[in-house]
C-alpha cells in the first residue's frame, strides 16, 4: 500500500497509474474508520483496479463551536484495517498542504445547502465542497464512493459534479448499522451506554415514519407527528429536524408520492447524529 501526503507527488503517481487504463475508486474519509468507511472501500476494490482512500479531517467544514478538536483520530489503525483490505494507495495530506497561506478560493452549491444539515450548519457544505473539488483535483477518480448515511452531502457532491461537469462518476452505498440499527458513525465514540441506546431514537422514529408510509399516510405532516411523537419516547434526546425530500434533487417534499428521503437529526447530550432512510409510496 502506498502512502502519499503531497498533493504533487499523488497526482504525479496517479497520472502514471491512469495512463495504464486502469479505473480508479477514490473513498474520501476523515478516518476512525469503520465498517461504513469499509463498505465504500471494499466496493471499490470490487468494481475498480485501483483503489484509493483519502484520511483528512478538514477544519473548513466544522464551525467554530463544532467537535474539530475532539473529532477522533487514530491513523496506526487505519492504516492497518486499510492494509487488511488490499487498498491501493493512501492519501494523507495536512492542513498547511490542503489550505497554505493565503488559500481564499471556495465552492459553493446551491439550494441544496440552504436546508436539512445547512440550516443548522450554514459554513458546513462549503467546506465539504470545497475540500472534495480540492481532492479530486488530486486524486484522479473514475468513480467517487460516498455513503448513504450522509446522503444531502452525497447530493450536495453530485450536483458540483454535474454542474462543474467533472468527469467522475458518483456511486453512493448503503448505510452500514449495527444490529440494533443504529448507523455506524465516528462520533458514535463519544456516547456512553446511555446515550448510546437513547442514540437509536433517530433510526426508531425512521422506521415510524416508514410504517406510516406502509399504512397508506403520504402527508408529510402526519408522518413527521408520529415520528416526533416516537422520538419523544426517548429521554435526553434533543430533535434537531426532520425532513422529507426528494431523493434525486432533495427538494423538500409535502406529501410522498415518488421515492423519498426522510432525514433526521438530533442531539444525544452534545453529540449530534444524523440518519436518513429511503422510503417508496404505497410499498406494503
Ligand atoms: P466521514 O469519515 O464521516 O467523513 O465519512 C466518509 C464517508 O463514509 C462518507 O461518504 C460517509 O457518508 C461514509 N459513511 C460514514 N458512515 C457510514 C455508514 N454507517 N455507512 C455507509 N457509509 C458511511
Redesign the pocket.
Known sequence: MKIYKKIKSIQSYLRKVASDGIKIGF???????????L??VDRSLKNCDHTVVS?YV?PMQFAPNEDLARYPRDLKRDLKLLRERGVDTVFLPNNSEMYPDGFDTYVSVGSITKIGEGVSRPTHFNGVTTIVLKLLNTVRTDIL???????Q??LVIKKMVKDLNMPVKVE??????ERDGL?????NVYLSNELRNNALSLISALKTGEKAIRYGIIRCAAIERRMRSKFGEFKGMKLDYILFADVKTFKPVKSITGRTVIAIAGFAGRTRLIDNIIVNPGVR
Open positions: 473513498v474520501p474519509t476523515m478516518g476512525y474508520l469503520h465498517e461504513g468507511h463498505s465504500l484520511v478538514n464512493y460516498l455513503g448513504q448515511k450522509d446522503i452531502q452525497a453512493i452505498c448503503p448505510t452500514v448499522r448507523a455506524l458513525s465516528s462520533r
